[in-house]
Nanobody
Framework: QGQLVESGGGLVQAGGSLRLSCAASGRTFSNYPKGWFRQAPGKEREFVAAISSNGGITNYADSVKGRFTISRENAKNTVYLQMNNLKPEDTAVYYC?????????????????WGQGTQVTVSS
């Protein structure tokens, strides 16, 4: 069984930056697409970004396009989310996920492994 652990969340002022990391253990996920999702209080979990297994293809939600960058280091079994120009509406718990099938997706239901989440709070 594999486990995903996110880190890097915190409190930041609007306009600031954070870099989230998601490290896998227990098994390698290097051959699978990964994604970042977020969930704000009272809202459903939503797609943020996804990356193909080799990192060659990325996809972003319109709300974060141009501000967030997803990347991965397969040798470290880790995926990252660089978040710049953060806004108060980015406040949420951020989750990384792995899909054990070919092809990345923005559909939360198509991911098989999830981390426990890391809180990101952006103050105005």
């Amino acid at each position: 069984q594999g486990q995903l652990v996110e880190s890097g969340g915190g409190l930041v002022q609007a306009g600031g930056s954070l870099r989230l990391s998601c490290a896998a253990s227990g098994r390698t996920f290097s051959n699978y697409p990964k994604g970042w999702f977020r969930q704000a209080p009272g809202k459903e979990r939503e797609f943020v970004a996804a990356i193909s297994s080799n990192g060659g293809i990325t996809n972003y939600a319109d709300s974060v396009k141009g501000r967030f960058t997803i990347s991965r280091e397969n040798a470290k079994n880790t995926v990252y989310l660089q978040m710049n120009n953060l806004k108060p509406e980015d406040t949420a718990v951020y989750y990384c996920a792995v899909r054990i099938k070919a092809g990345y997706s923005a559909d939360v239901d198509l991911y098989d492994y999830w981390g426990q989440g890391t809180q990101v709070t952006v103050s105005s």
